[in-house]
DNA sequence: TTGTAGGCGTTATCAG
DNA sequence: CTGATAACGCCTACAA
């Protein structure tokens, strides 16, 4: 447990002296005691204590991955497949910059904000938010955050989105293509501007273009735990009235076609199944599902590097990435022209 | 930003105060004042700064769940879809008991000491640790560490693992008392003394039980990628000497399944094929896959428990628990007797 | 080029 | 019952 005084009685100078030389500031400091001064810290084992600097400093290099608890979400978002899917990437690209990850679920802005002062956390990710008091704190927080799937913006935070609308829009313009006219859609709630309202709104112009008129009783909201999913698929295939299903997650997908096939009836012979994400379920089901691709990994690479830039001041060329989407077609969907 | 100062000022008594009433040190302060000292606290919005907390005590409350990169590893534990599913579950506990969770990936032992030093790291979960460097340096570190999966014991490390031989044995005597014996086994790398070679003994055992001589031919070790998994079921479906698979993730045992369908066979009426973990994916395939159930979530909090008994000193009364697994007949496997 | 000194917010010791 | 005071490890004016 070596401090800077350590390293610097061993050397024979001041803690400054250390402190300028762990700190580049290599211009204040002779070349022969840099290199006495960076022999001893590898001798010695130093590693800087990050709650003394944070102390002194009101930051800390911490960020923040945070998990908005709702009544009716027990769940935290890492344990939502997809999103997991990038928390990955994001630990990797903090770590080579020198940032460390906490993970914190949060149920009030209060618990929030306390966590941030806690710790004095420099940044934030945060996933599907919403235009509600949550975000209203978050545009006060005065610190980098990195919204992830959000459809709100603000002056201090950044974007990182998916062409969410047009997803939609493709995946439904698809089987109408392929001669689909009665269309489910499935997802979970439907809240007003976030991932599924887009993806909604796409469903929607799509059929709008093809001059099929919206049917309120094919939409299903649903929760997406499996037992809920298959059951769906149960009820979609007893109803005449449907020959396609576009579904907004690919977990809800499958359990829909689970649930159709267990009815007895096929996929895509009966009912045809687009989902949305790519994730790696859609190569193992049988038949393989169609869907609209995202990279997750890349989208939380990119997360990182906004907020990284946002950290250190570098200069922001765009406050919003959208990334784009794109079909691809495998074996959940027939053509009946 | 208040702190404790900005408390004792508003009150008019000293920071020692106000800190023992935070410490509900209340026997040394009288009923007015602590109620004084906590209303000003309520209105100032006071939280307390956790670097200085750690600074002054050596130790944060913070735990960090520690991801081991190895050079063939580049994937952290947490893009994991089964580790991933107890990570949740982990936090939830943790901050319930006051504790933060640091995500963490490490490459070297070094890595590893010098992040605990940074934060004065209070415990730390490890999961799928081996007899080797790495479990040297973590049995050296004093401070609270619980094992998952691991089969390596130490005095100041707790263990929460799995039946996994039991499980190996109960899946490979399940397809021998359908009728079985050309039963290969699919894992990926089979290291010494970890959870897949127990499950391999298991499936060894069983083998020898029933007098069904152990074929290395009939092994496939692989890595878990997509790709891989159903490149491996299209290799199986081609095997004239394979009626049943046991796969030691359910994960690939999907893609195996993936595989020997896309190669035109079926399953079961071709090749049997049964899982391990019990994760939603297998109520998804078509055939819904037979496993072997483990609950995860379930180990997340024992996991947790663990630690808080260790970091709050509560005696233990074991330092080991061992789930139990239970087999869950579904689809996927076909009596041939 | 190097050193001194004060302070970040908290806790603990000890004295009143 | 309450209050000074020192200390944790580090950083940063400012001084030399």
Redesign the interface.
Known sequence: ?STIKDIANAVGVSCTTVSNVIHGRAGRVSAETITRINDTIDKLGY??????R??VSSS?RVIGMISHLTSNTK??I??D?FH??F??SI??TL?ENGY??????VETTADLS?FL????VDGLFFTGVFQDEFFTTLSELNIPIVLIDSYVSHSNMCNVGLEDYKGGYTATRYLIDQGHSKIAFASPTIKDRGVVSERFLGYKKALDEASIPFRSELVFEQELD?ETT?ALGRRLAEREDITAVFATAD?LA??I??GI?QSGKSVPSDISVIGFDDI??C????P?LTTIHQDAPFKGKLAVNFLIDLLEKNSINDREVILPIRLIERESVKSIK
Chains 1, 2 share one sequence.
Do not use: C, D, F
Request: proline fraction near 4%.
């Open positions: 447990m590693v800087p204590n990050m709650s003394a944070s102390l800390s769940e935290t890492i344990e497949p997991s899917a928390i990955g630990e990797k770590r460390y990850l906490m993970l914190r679920a306390a002062r806690n710790w004095n499996t298959i977990i499958a359990g076609m689970a096939q790696n379920l190569r193992l089901t049988s393989t």
